[in-house]
């Protein structure tokens, strides 16, 4: 992987039902850091979701460069243009639905009823790729300033035949 990327798990997409072309980037908690690892990592996504706390407008653009940026507003977005991004958005691609939002215990609806194959959220700054309940769960991490003695992460996503499929990228920084 370019640019001082490793993924974690398998090297390519491989679950059942092999993923297809280029991932989804996923990043999240930026806090006003927009790290040139995780550009790196990002780069050749064909859309980037961003599960808030951004912190700074000027990485929304700089992730735009990249791809379509899809971004919700996390608990630090309370002024200017970031407060203005919604608490919630669902994402479609090739039939499947994810719902995005930053605080997952915010989360006020079942995923399952409403037809939603999984759910991507922040703002703990830990990483998750996890399956609950027959639905993806996926926390990118925190791609910002390294906190506690957490890794600096940022994921890529691509949709099944069977549902999803999530790799975590562990970034190494410079």
Do not use: K, Q
């Not at 006020?108 to 998750?128: F, K, N, Q, T, W």
Request: hydrophobic content about 45%; overall charge negative; glycine content about 12%.
């Amino acid at each position: 992987m370019a640019g001082g990327a490793t993924l974690t798990g398998d090297e390519a997409p491989s679950s059942r039902g092999a993923a297809r072309g280029a991932p989804i980037g996923v990043i999240s908690d930026t806090h006003g850091l927009l790290r040139p690892e995780a550009l790196d990592a990002l780069a050749g996504c064909r859309r980037i979701l961003h599960a808030g706390d951004v912190g700074d407008p000027s990485i929304l653009d700089a992730l735009g460069e990249l791809a379509p940026v899809t971004a919700v507003r996390g608990n630090i977005d309370t002024a200017g243009p970031l407060a203005r991004l919604p608490l919630t958005e669902v994402i479609e691609e090739e039939g499947r639905l994810l719902y995005l939002i930053h605080i997952l215990a915010d989360l006020d609806l079942d995923l399952r009823a409403v037809g939603m194959d999984g759910v991507i959220h922040g703002h703990s700054h830990r990483p998750e790729v996890a399956t609950v309940g027959g639905l993806l769960h996926l926390n990118p991490g925190s791609a910002g300033p390294r906190r506690f003695d957490l890794p600096v992460t940022v994921a890529h996503l691509w949709p099944t035949e069977e549902g999803w499929h999530a790799e975590r990228i562990d970034l190494a920084i410079r």
